[in-house]
């Protein structure tokens, strides 16, 4: 009952402004917060059917469509959101868990080295890399990036890896 009421606003409100992905994203917001994963995809399916070149949108449905374990759709979904915003990395590291979900490692490990060329001053994204390689057993590949990513840490005062600043983004990469 309490759900559905605050429902109602948000359904008005994505009736009233069809190309707005505002009222879907809060609608799967709320849903994933009562734990109905179902209708939290739906609602981000419908976010991008609103905008289908909203960039956070299409990041919102593909981490959605990875938890689901709809892998392959999400991929597509995470590329778009990827080649959308540029300059955001959360795509690329997106991209990259969804072809690790589907055993691509090497096509993941290039998507991930890809975006730490883009995005230098990420010092988690270079340490998400670098976790990426341990974990599959690429300890040397991985010991050359440490130095690098240390570096850049301790010069650029970006200490938030250590302290556990990581997002749940890149946690995933990391399973």
Same mark, same amino acid.
């Given at each position: 009952?309490?759900?559905?009421?605050?429902?109602?606003?948000?359904?008005?409100?994505?009736?009233?402004?069809?190309?707005?992905?505002?009222?879907?994203?809060?609608?799967?917001?709320?849903?994933?917060?009562?734990?109905?994963?179902?209708?939290?995809?739906?609602?981000?399916?419908?976010?991008?059917?609103?905008?289908?070149?909203?960039?956070?949108?299409?990041?919102?449905?593909?981490?959605?469509?990875?938890?689901?374990?709809?892998?392959?759709?999400? !991929?597509?979904?995470?590329?778009?959101?990827?080649? !959308?915003?540029?300059?955001?990395?959360?795509?690329?590291?997106?991209?990259?868990?969804?072809?690790?979900? !589907?055993?691509?490692?090497?096509?993941?490990?290039?998507?991930?080295?890809?975006?730490?060329?883009?995005?230098?001053?990420?010092?988690?994204?270079?340490?998400?890399?670098?976790?990426?390689?341990?974990?599959?057993?690429?300890?040397?590949?991985?010991?050359?990036?440490?130095?690098?990513?240390?570096?850049?840490?301790?010069?650029?005062?970006?200490?938030?890896?250590?302290?556990?600043?990581?997002?749940?983004?890149?946690?995933?990469?990391?399973?």
């Amino acid at each position: 009952m309490a759900e559905q009421a605050a429902l109602e606003p948000l359904l008005t409100a994505a009736q009233a402004e069809p190309h707005s992905v505002r009222p879907w994203n809060e609608m799967a917001e709320l849903h994933g917060d009562l734990e109905n994963a179902a209708a939290a995809l739906h609602a981000h399916e419908q976010a991008v059917r609103a905008a289908p070149d909203d960039a956070y949108a299409n990041l919102q449905l593909g981490w959605a469509l990875k938890i689901a374990g709809r892998h392959e759709e999400a !991929l597509t979904a995470l590329r778009r959101a990827a080649r !959308l915003e540029h300059r955001d990395e959360r795509g690329s590291v997106g991209e990259a868990s969804a072809l690790l979900a !589907l055993g691509r490692d090497q096509e993941a490990l290039s998507v991930l080295r890809n975006a730490v060329e883009q995005h230098p001053k990420k010092t988690t994204l270079l340490r998400t890399l670098i976790n990426a390689l341990e974990v599959r057993g690429r300890f040397e590949e991985a010991l050359g990036l440490y130095a690098s990513w240390l570096e850049r840490t301790w010069s650029t005062g970006d200490r938030g890896y250590s302290v556990g600043r990581s997002g749940s983004d890149y946690a995933a990469l990391e399973r």
